[in-house]
């Protein structure tokens, strides 16, 4: 007996909104970057899904190069987040406001 | 094998490589750049002689050339306009060649006395001066077509520019250089909407015909007109009668002529132009940039036959010039001054010419006057070397004995100017005004009456010429000196006599060329110029380009309405004419040496009583020009400028500060907080998410 789809929509509904909940809330920028990831597997959740309500290997071939996008990101986050460190002496998002007019 | 045709482009390509060659390495030359500028002209005038002994069948059959060398703008479609480089060599261009080449070839090796051994500083920018002057009044001979004509016609009114205003540390030479290009530039301005206006209806700027193996390859546009008239073509001629629209054409294009040939009323730069070196006075007076517009009009002639009115027009602007300008040389106290106004005159002559329908006598005339004019200017130039750079003929006198050279040939000079016989002058001048008087009593309708009356001024104007040039000649020559260093003259070396010598025979002698009166009554076939233009009876050259004078003839009479009559008979009247300018001619030299031939001869313009001021400003013309342009074009253009400024201006900045401002309030939701961000993107989507679901998904 196999899970229904619209639980598995409904899960990745929930991880995306915590991600973006942690995005809209919070000022590490450590925990912005696991936000991101959060948000980043919601999706990769629902292309498995339909990739499974469908019966093709699409989405799961898609939700592969997601999962090696993020990892890209990661590097790049990890390195902007030790600039941040070591211009700012703290990785708080909301410190860093000089880019701006 | 390479003919002299493929060596055309060379003629001004030579002049051009000298004007590089002196501007950049002239200072490293003994001569400042003068040798290339000789070497070069002087291959010029080789070319040229080649090219005129193929043209005249000497070296094979009697040819001309048209050919288009270079595309610039190649039109794509239908009826897109392709323009090209290209050379017409015809009779008419290779006389003009010879003439331009040889004329710069003389002032060149006049320069070397005038400029290098005065010591003057700046020489090589004089001499690449030089070379671009010469290069492109060349260029604008044998181009094909009419814009290629008004892009060389620019060069010249640039170079003229650059070499009037030499001197330019001096207060006048820059002020005349202005003065010349913006007078010459307000008739170009013209001249240009001419050539777009003929592009336009014709869609080709050719002169003459472009045959390929004998069939036509691309119409002239003085054929398609042609043919217009004749019903058998039509163009767009933008809601005019086509004849109307041809005579204002050739009425814009006349714009450009007046302005470069110094015609009334735009004749004014010309006497400011002296400001320059005398050896380029005499290059702009004799070979180049003034005679530009009478060949302009010699080179589309089939165009404006077509037209009554722009003949009629051509005819009394030159007879009245001719005569207006005379009557200013009479009052001026400077030697080059009463030259630049004999200048004036005598294109007037050429334009008269013209006008009446004497294609001949204006190009005999162009061919005298280039050669006696230069002459007078380069005897000038050696009066004023003599003089130590002082112009004023009342300081002279007495240089008769000093400098008999000088004295000899500016005497043959003025002889030709004045129009004595056997000097080139008369026959020339003869023949413009016997053109004139029978065309007059000829032509049919409204032509007539304004022939006659240029015809009267013209002859008016004889007397004038032979009274200020010989009152020239009187003062600066004959009686006693009146002034230290015209009591002891610096002496002259070859480089000033040689031009002059062989110009000084030149003015006696190229009136051979066409002696009409003498062919008239001996019957001898001794016309040689007219037999030069007229080309061969069937076939050859004039049938190819369509600018034979045969061509000519008939246009005149079918088309233009230009008859000939001879109220005494054809003989008779001929010689008569010729009496009556001789006379009025040896009338007004006699009545100079009356008044000036004296050993200490004294002024008589008070006798002209209230003339005399008029004369002395020159008719008011600089005023009136200088009025026009400081009440009428200055308070025109600061009402521009204030509707500028306000108005179109105002709207621009307004919209503008509107922009900003409501941009510097935007900015503010850039707060560089990254959070803020963030949130302002979920909100927008959410928004764009509300929207779909009201809307029901795509919106159309």
Same mark, same amino acid.
């Given at each position: 007996?196999?899970?229904?789809?619209?639980?598995?929509?409904?899960?990745?509904?929930?991880?995306?909104?915590?991600?973006?909940?942690?995005?809209?809330?919070?000022?590490?920028?450590?925990?912005?970057?696991?936000?991101?990831?959060?948000?980043?597997?919601?999706?990769?959740?629902?292309?498995?899904?339909?990739?499974?309500?469908?019966?093709?290997?699409?989405?799961?071939?898609?939700?592969?190069?997601?999962?090696?996008?993020?990892?890209?990101?990661?590097?790049?986050?990890?390195?902007?987040?030790?600039?941040?460190?070591?211009?700012?002496?703290?990785?708080?998002?909301?410190?860093?406001?000089?880019?701006?007019? | 094998?390479?003919?002299?045709?493929?060596?055309?482009?060379?003629?001004?390509?030579?002049?051009?490589?000298?004007?590089?060659?002196?501007?950049?390495?002239?200072?490293?030359?003994?001569?400042?750049?003068?040798?290339?500028?000789?070497?070069?002209?002087?291959?010029?005038?080789?070319?040229?002689?080649?090219?005129?002994?193929?043209?005249?069948?000497?070296?094979?059959?009697?040819?001309?050339?048209?050919?288009?060398?270079?595309?610039?703008?190649?039109?794509?479609?239908?009826?897109?306009?392709?323009?090209?480089?290209?050379?017409?060599?015809?009779?008419?261009?290779?006389?003009?060649?010879?003439?331009?080449?040889?004329?710069?070839?003389?002032?060149?090796?006049?320069?070397?006395?005038?400029?290098?051994?005065?010591?003057?500083?700046?020489?090589?920018?004089?001499?690449?001066?030089?070379?671009?002057?010469?290069?492109?009044?060349?260029?604008?001979?044998?181009?094909?077509?009419?814009?290629?004509?008004?892009?060389?016609?620019?060069?010249?009114?640039?170079?003229?520019?650059?070499?009037?205003?030499?001197?330019?540390?001096?207060?006048?030479?820059?002020?005349?250089?202005?003065?010349?290009?913006?007078?010459?530039?307000?008739?170009?301005?013209?001249?240009?909407?001419?050539?777009?206006?003929?592009?336009?209806?014709?869609?080709? &700027?050719?002169?003459?015909?472009?045959?390929?193996?004998?069939?036509?390859?691309?119409?002239?546009?003085?054929?398609?007109?042609?043919?217009?008239?004749?019903?058998?073509?039509?163009?767009?001629?933008?809601?005019?009668?086509?004849?109307?629209?041809?005579?204002?054409?050739?009425?814009?294009?006349?714009?450009?002529?007046?302005?470069?040939?110094?015609?009334?009323?735009?004749?004014?730069?010309?006497?400011?132009?002296?400001?320059?070196?005398?050896?380029?006075?005499?290059?702009?007076?004799?070979?180049?940039?003034?005679?530009?517009?009478?060949?302009?009009?010699?080179?589309?002639?089939?165009?404006?036959?077509?037209?009554?009115?722009?003949?009629?027009?051509?005819?009394?602007?030159?007879?009245?010039?001719?005569?207006?300008?005379?009557?200013?040389?009479?009052?001026?106290?400077?030697?080059?001054?009463?030259?630049?106004?004999?200048?004036?005159?005598?294109?007037?002559?050429?334009?008269?010419?013209? &006008?009446?329908?004497?294609?001949?006598?204006?190009?005999?005339?162009?061919?005298?006057?280039?050669?006696?004019?230069?002459?007078?200017?380069?005897?000038?130039?050696?009066?004023?070397?003599?003089?130590?750079?002082?112009?004023?003929?009342?300081?002279?006198?007495?240089?008769?004995?000093?400098?008999?050279?000088?004295?000899?040939?500016?005497?043959?000079?003025?002889?030709?100017?004045?129009?004595?016989?056997?000097?080139?002058?008369?026959?020339?001048?003869?023949?413009?005004?016997?053109?004139?008087?029978?065309?007059?009593?000829?032509?049919?309708?409204?032509?007539?009456?304004?022939?006659?009356?240029?015809?009267?001024?013209?002859?008016?104007?004889?007397?004038?010429?032979?009274?200020?040039?010989?009152?020239?000649?009187?003062?600066?020559?004959?009686?006693?000196?009146?002034?230290?260093?015209?009591?002891?003259?610096?002496?002259?070396?070859?480089?000033?006599?040689?031009?002059?010598?062989?110009?000084?025979?030149?003015?006696?002698?190229?009136?051979?060329?066409?002696?009409?009166?003498?062919?008239?009554?001996?019957?001898?076939?001794?016309?040689?110029?007219?037999?030069?233009?007229?080309?061969?009876?069937?076939?050859?050259?004039?049938?190819?380009?369509?600018?034979?004078?045969?061509?000519?003839?008939?246009?005149?009479?079918?088309?233009?309405?230009?008859?000939?009559?001879?109220?005494?008979?054809?003989?008779?009247?001929?010689?008569?004419?010729?009496?009556?300018?001789?006379?009025?001619?040896?009338?007004?030299?006699?009545?100079?040496?009356?008044?000036?031939?004296?050993?200490?001869?004294?002024?008589?313009?008070?006798?002209?009583?209230?003339?005399?001021?008029?004369?002395?400003?020159?008719?008011?013309?600089?005023?009136?020009?200088?009025?026009?342009?400081?009440?009428?074009?200055?308070?025109?253009?600061?009402?521009?400028?204030?509707?500028?400024?306000?108005?179109?201006?105002?709207?621009?900045?307004?919209?503008?500060?509107?922009?900003?401002?409501?941009?510097?309030?935007?900015?503010?939701?850039?707060?560089?907080?990254?959070?803020?961000?963030?949130?302002?993107?979920?909100?927008?989507?959410?928004?764009?998410?509300?929207?779909?679901?009201?809307?029901?998904?795509?919106?159309?």
């Amino acid at each position: 007996m196999a899970i229904v789809t619209e639980y598995y929509l409904l899960l990745s509904a929930a991880v995306f909104c915590i991600g973006l909940y942690g995005i809209l809330t919070r000022e590490s920028a450590l925990l912005f970057l696991m936000s991101v990831e959060l948000m980043l597997n919601a999706a990769n959740i629902n292309f498995v899904a339909f990739a499974f309500y469908w019966g093709n290997l699409t989405g799961q071939v898609f939700s592969l190069f997601t999962m090696a996008l993020a990892a890209a990101e990661v590097a790049v986050g990890i390195g902007i987040i030790l600039v941040l460190y070591r211009n700012f002496d703290g990785i708080d998002v909301t410190e860093a406001a000089t880019m701006r007019w | 094998m390479a003919g002299a045709y493929d060596f055309v482009p060379a003629i001004a390509a030579l002049p051009f490589v000298a004007f590089l060659v002196s501007l950049f390495f002239g200072r490293y030359m003994p001569k400042r750049g003068a040798e290339a500028g000789i070497i070069a002209t002087a291959g010029s005038l080789l070319i040229s002689v080649w090219t005129a002994l193929t043209v005249a069948g000497i070296t094979g059959p009697a040819t001309s050339y048209n050919e288009n060398l270079y595309t610039w703008v190649a039109g794509v479609g239908d009826g897109a306009l392709t323009l090209n480089l290209g050379v017409l060599v015809d009779p008419l261009t290779a006389l003009m060649l010879l003439i331009v080449s040889l004329i710069s070839l003389l002032v060149h090796v006049f320069s070397l006395g005038y400029m290098n051994d005065e010591g003057e500083t700046g020489l090589p920018r004089y001499y690449a001066g030089l070379g671009l002057f010469t290069a492109s009044m060349l260029g604008f001979v044998f181009s094909n077509n009419l814009l290629m004509a008004f892009m060389f016609f620019e060069l010249v009114g640039l170079c003229s520019y650059l070499l009037i205003g030499f001197w330019f540390r001096d207060d006048g030479p820059p002020s005349a250089a202005k003065k010349a290009f913006l007078v010459t530039r307000f008739g170009d301005y013209f001249f240009l909407i001419g050539v777009v206006g003929i592009f336009a209806t014709f869609g080709t &700027g050719l002169f003459a015909p472009l045959t390929e193996g004998g069939s036509v390859a691309a119409e002239s546009f003085p054929v398609v007109a042609e043919q217009v008239l004749e019903g058998e073509a039509s163009v767009d001629t933008f809601g005019f009668d086509p004849q109307t629209w041809f005579t204002i054409l050739g009425l814009l294009v006349l714009g450009g002529v007046l302005g470069k040939s110094a015609q009334f009323p735009l004749h004014t730069w010309l006497p400011d132009a002296m400001e320059g070196p005398t050896p380029v006075s005499a290059l702009i007076h004799a070979a180049t940039m003034v005679a530009a517009g009478v060949y302009l009009v010699a080179r589309m002639y089939g165009f404006y036959l077509l037209s009554p009115t722009a003949l009629a027009i051509i005819a009394l602007v030159g007879g009245f010039t001719a005569l207006f300008a005379a009557s200013m040389g009479v009052v001026k106290q400077e030697l080059k001054q009463v030259l630049a106004y004999s200048t004036i005159s005598q294109y007037g002559y050429m334009m008269l010419a013209l &006008g009446t329908g004497g294609y001949v006598a204006a190009v005999f005339h162009l061919t005298t006057h280039a050669i006696f004019k230069a002459l007078l200017f380069l005897g000038a130039g050696s009066v004023i070397i003599a003089m130590h750079h002082n112009e004023n003929m009342w300081d002279m006198g007495g240089l008769k004995e000093k400098m008999p050279i000088t004295y000899w040939t500016f005497l043959s000079g003025s002889l030709a100017l004045a129009g004595i016989v056997p000097f080139a002058g008369f026959w020339s001048k003869d023949e413009v005004l016997y053109e004139a008087l029978i065309h007059g009593f000829g032509s049919a309708g409204g032509l007539a009456p304004v022939y006659l009356l240029a015809y009267a001024m013209g002859l008016l104007a004889v007397f004038f010429t032979g009274f200020y040039t010989f009152r020239m000649v009187y003062l600066t020559f004959h009686g006693d000196a009146r002034s230290d260093t015209a009591r002891d003259p610096e002496p002259v070396r070859w480089n000033v006599k040689g031009p002059l010598a062989v110009l000084g025979i030149g003015a006696a002698t190229v009136g051979l060329i066409n002696m009409k009166p003498v062919a008239e009554l001996t019957g001898a076939h001794i016309d040689f110029l007219h037999k030069w233009l007229l080309g061969p009876e069937e076939g050859g050259w004039p049938a190819l380009t369509s600018t034979g004078l045969h061509h000519y003839e008939v246009l005149m009479k079918d088309v233009a309405g230009i008859q000939s009559a001879y109220p005494l008979g054809e003989t008779p009247t001929l010689l008569v004419s010729a009496l009556v300018s001789l006379s009025l001619a040896v009338g007004g030299v006699l009545v100079a040496r009356s008044l000036y031939g004296g050993p200490d001869p004294v002024e008589h313009t008070d006798r002209l009583g209230g003339m005399k001021t008029v004369l002395m400003h020159n008719y008011y013309q600089d005023e009136y020009q200088v009025w026009l342009a400081q009440g009428v074009t200055v308070p025109l253009a600061r009402a521009a400028d204030k509707f500028d400024q306000g108005v179109v201006d105002g709207v621009v900045n307004g919209i503008s500060s509107v922009s900003l401002f409501t941009g510097s309030r935007f900015r503010r939701i850039q707060s560089g907080i990254v959070t803020n961000y963030a949130a302002l993107m979920t909100l927008s989507l959410v928004l764009l998410l509300v929207v779909f679901v009201v809307f029901g998904g795509v919106v159309n």
